[in-house]
């Protein structure tokens, strides 16, 4: 295989492992600890990509030129606007099209 599709390989493996991740977080904080789940959405997004960055960093793009913490500050950035924009969706399926979280969420990302 050459490197672009062991690359991408890489990349697929990493993002859904923490994709569902995320969605693992998103029920425990739901279901289990009982927050709100446009809340738990947010939060377990933000978990999960920043575990996303770390393996990313790890695995993935190995031959990156920018330091770790500064790239997860510009990350982490991004990431919060992400966030933001999955709650609003959330609020927007479970509360408008009263559909589950957990099927709101996987379409979300989709």
Request: net charge positive; charged share 10%.
């Amino acid at each position: 295989m050459d490197k672009a599709t062991v690359r991408f390989l890489k990349y697929f493996v990493v993002g859904f492992s923490t994709f569902l991740f995320d969605l693992l977080l998103l029920y425990i904080l739901t279901d289990i600890v009982l927050v709100n789940y446009v809340l738990s959405a947010g939060v377990a997004f933000l978990i999960a990509v920043s575990v996303n960055y770390y393996f990313s960093r790890i695995f993935v793009f190995t031959q990156t030129e920018r330091r770790f913490v500064s790239g997860y500050y510009w990350f982490i950035g991004i990431a919060g606007v992400g966030s933001f924009m999955v709650m609003c969706v959330m609020f927007l399926f479970v509360e408008i099209f009263g559909w589950r979280y957990i099927i709101s969420r996987v379409l979300i990302a989709s």
